[in-house]
């Protein structure tokens, strides 16, 4: 993964894709902390990458969202699970469910920054935006290029925000055993 200050030296010819560039990801979480964390704060990664993992991959996001709609909106939400959207960035099968290698680097890219602050609570990492962190959260999600990203989280905390990490892992086995549970661990999670 590479950061944008350091692209000037890769070669014009060498293909680069948003996917290996750092800041796509970090404001990407920027994002998830700010709309959907608790006063911008997500306590536990396992909560982290899974709210991430509905955010990344908005048909399985619809499917989980119309199985504990009431029954009125599950029509309207299931035609919304068939729009297949793109995944803008696959996660790999991990021990908790859907997991990004890359979170360790990214979340400590944000950090670095003074963006985000992380702490240990027992056994779970609380990571918090810090003022600056929310203050860049906030002019990213005034941005028309994370528009859809944006709407999709704030649907997102709607539905999932009030629930636990572990919840949410169990959930995505129980409605995605084939797509996720029955991969092999570090197998690309295909929509």
Not at 57 to 63: C, G, I, K, S, T
Not at 81 to 110: C, F, N, Q
Not at 164 to 177: E, H, I, M, P, S
Request: hydrophobic residues 40%; aromatic residues 8%.
């Amino acid at each position: 993964m590479r950061s944008l200050n350091r692209i000037g030296r890769v070669p014009a010819s060498v293909p680069l894709a948003a996917d290996d560039v750092v800041e796509f990801h970090a404001a990407r979480l920027l994002l998830l902390l700010h709309l959907c964390g608790t006063s911008g704060r997500i306590d536990g990664l396992t909560k982290l990458a899974k709210l991430d993992f509905f955010a990344r991959y908005p048909d399985f996001f619809a499917v989980a969202k119309a199985a504990d709609a009431p029954l009125s909106s599950v029509q309207q939400s299931t035609t919304q699970a068939l729009t297949h959207d793109a995944v803008e960035s696959a996660m790999v099968r991990h021990h908790y469910g859907p997991w990004d290698k890359r979170y360790y680097h990214i979340l400590a890219h944000l950090e670095s920054k003074g963006l985000i602050s992380v702490s240990k609570e027992k056994r779970a990492f609380r990571i918090l935006l810090t003022p600056q962190g929310t203050e860049r959260a906030k002019t990213l999600t005034n941005r028309p290029s994370f528009e859809t990203l944006v709407a999709r989280m704030r649907d997102l905390k709607k539905a999932f925000g009030s629930k636990t990490g572990t919840w949410l892992k169990n959930r995505v086995y129980q409605l995605f055993d084939k797509e996720v549970g029955r991969r092999q661990l570090g197998e690309v999670i295909h929509k």
